[in-house]
């Protein structure tokens, strides 16, 4: 009696794609035998499948990375658009609170011509990196998951944890900038008790609101959107009368602080990758994700750049006034005391918003590398209402052990430490263009291999120029970050070995040096 045939992940796709029994032997014995009922779940009929893609396709048939399940594909309540966009925009930008120290540090001029230059330079190069390689790995690892495929486990779990600690010092800042809007009409807040008091009830307020679900934090994040949106809307009309031109053209670069400067301009034009370890949590994310970068460049761009048109134009220039939270004091020169509160508690609202989303990415982040294997298994145990518990306790924790640095201290580490992760991640994206050029992407770049590497180049420099700025302060205490990941790795292999803690991989993870050899048999047999 003959043995029963068994067919791998490759025979499904030749299934899936219409091929002949033939081909299907064929592919049989050249594979090594894996169970059937695992990729049966994996692999779907693609001949129906709708795609956004920029760029040429070679019109091969294959099975799409992006078309396998996640593993949060069965839950019901993932993001929509709408949420989507908000959350975007929170975890790049939030408003304009935070960028007073541009003009501070370098004037009206370089201060308004920086947001217009640097979203090229940056932004729109990273948004654009961040649509492609999300679409084409839609789960809650991101950007880990596109370091590990291209350049291995190693340096994906570097990634990974200087992206979360960076991102866990940056969600330090924003109770800061909260108080540091509010002192002025609460003077108590300003330092002391009641300072460190008022950061521990915001950090465990908002952490609960993480801890309650997505859909609750994505909806609550448009409200807040609209609610500080709006007194920057009414300032800048009630502006116009007021400005003068000239004093947007007021430059000295003989006293510029280009450290201060460059910083303030990466801080609050950056984490467009941040989404992407929210991927596994958003409906339609081949689609949704690429629209909602884009509207949200939108928002952060006119964000920025006419709230500063506004308060550069109709207000005589004091630089040394220009720091954060000094909006609320325009808002007053302008409109009056009630226009003053109301930027005030804008800003408190988008503090509130930044907050949350940088806490979900962070946290998602964490469960996306316990489900492949990275980090412990508890990490990717989620609570009853679909959300990491113990990530959300982790950064909550990091948050508060890191809310007594200054504001400069907390922008210059965090853009040192997120400027590392960006490297492996342009080194990553390159890499899967050239190891992957046919692999399926939902949305594509529309740009070749060559015109990636040109891509990657400006924001590239840009990091170098970051990075050498540094003070020896920061550069000190972001290498001993760095090398403690760079041990932590092994270390946390070497536990796994031991079996001290249990470390698995999610069946319903998509593996895409599979779906590749088999697309490459399929082709090879598709000629024969």
Known sequence: MAPPEVRTSCDFIVAAEGGDSSVTTSVSDAQPPVSTSYNHQKLRNTRDRASVQMGDYNGGQYVAISELTSPSADRTNKMSLTPLVFLIFYGVSGGPFGVEDSVGAAGPFLALLGFVVFPFIWSIPEALITAEMSTMFPENGGYVVWVSTALGPYWGFQTGWMKWLGGVIDNALYPILFLDYLKSGIPAVADGLPRVAAVLVLTVVLTCMNYRGMTIVGWVAVLLGVFSILPFLVMIFISIPKIQPSRWMVVNLHDVDWSLYLNTLFWNLNYWDSVSTLAGEVHNPKKNIPKALLYALIMVFFGYFLPLLAGTGAVPLRRDLWSDGYFSDIAKILGGVWLRWWIQAAAAMSNMGMFMAEMSGDSFQLLGMAERGMLPEFFAKRSRYGTPLIGILFSASGVLLLSWLSFQEIVAAENFLYSFGMILEFVSFIQIRIKYPSTHRPYKIPLGTAGSILMCIPP??????????????????????????????????????????????????????????????????SIR
């Open 460 to 525: 590239t420099a840009m990091i170098c120029v970051v990075l050498a700025l540094s003070s020896l302060k920061v550069f000190l205490v972001s290498m001993v970050v760095v090398i403690i990941g760079l041990v932590l790795q092994p270390c946390l292999k070497h536990v796994e070995k031991k079996k001290l803690l249990k470390f698995s991989t999610s069946s319903d993870l998509p593996d895409i040096d599979s779906a590749t050899n088999c697309r490459t048999i399929i082709g090879e047999s």
